[in-house]
């Protein structure tokens, strides 16, 4: 590594590795715009250009591995497969886990959680509640990105009943309905934005 005294004047005032940044953004900028308004003219379709995605109208499909919201397993007969141990709030880094323990009305089940609450604004999506739970209770395999509009904090706080529709809704229509009921929950909420503006 470089000492400061041994850099050149001209390194020391960055201009050159500002032109050359300056250099490959607009490079990247007018291949794209010719390329667009080369393949509106039925001009070098062999060529690809650059997109964005148009978000949510598109939206890519997320890896096996992406660490998506949350949702609570089910048992056979539908209740949930969580025993109330307080090991995931326990595991959590950033305390955003709730929990309130009941007795369940069934002699043979020790306690089930009355009140599961996860805080999405607190949460950093580290997975140490799926890792910490003995029961295979908490997963984070919906392959839908973490809400991203609300009015105010409450909007944010995903109790009990929405972490477990979240699993019937993948068992008995598949993952990808999840993503379609936040886009459209996303275009709903920018619709009454545009409502309350006007």
Not at 10 to 33: C, Y
Not at 84 to 108: K, N, Q, S, V, W
Not at 171 to 180: H, I, N, P, T
Request: glycine share 6%; with cysteine; hydrophobic share 35%.
């Amino acid at each position: 590594m470089r000492r400061p005294e041994d850099l050149t004047f001209s390194e020391r005032i960055f201009v050159p590795e500002v032109v050359r940044g300056l250099l490959v953004t607009g490079r990247r900028f007018w291949r794209n715009l010719f390329l667009h308004i080369a393949h509106q003219f039925g001009i070098a379709r062999g060529t690809e250009a650059s997109v964005t995605l148009q978000y949510p109208e598109q939206y890519l499909k997320y890896g096996a591995g992406y660490r998506g919201s949350h949702r609570l397993t089910l048992k056979e007969d539908g209740s949930v497969r969580c025993t109330a141990c307080f090991l995931c709030a326990t595991a959590c880094p950033a305390r955003c886990i709730h929990i309130e323990a009941g007795e369940h009305p069934d002699p043979t089940v020790e306690k089930f959680p009355v009140r599961y609450e996860i805080d999405t604004l607190r949460c950093i999506y580290c997975g140490f509640c799926v890792e910490a739970c003995p029961c295979d209770a908490i997963r984070m395999d919906t392959s839908v990105h973490p809400r991203v509009s609300g009015y105010s904090r409450e909007d944010f706080i995903e109790d009990k009943q929405m972490l477990m529709s979240r699993s019937i809704t993948m068992r008995e229509k598949g993952e990808d309905v999840l993503m379609e009921e936040q886009i459209d929950l996303y275009q709903r909420a920018k619709a009454g934005e545009a409502v309350a503006r006007s």
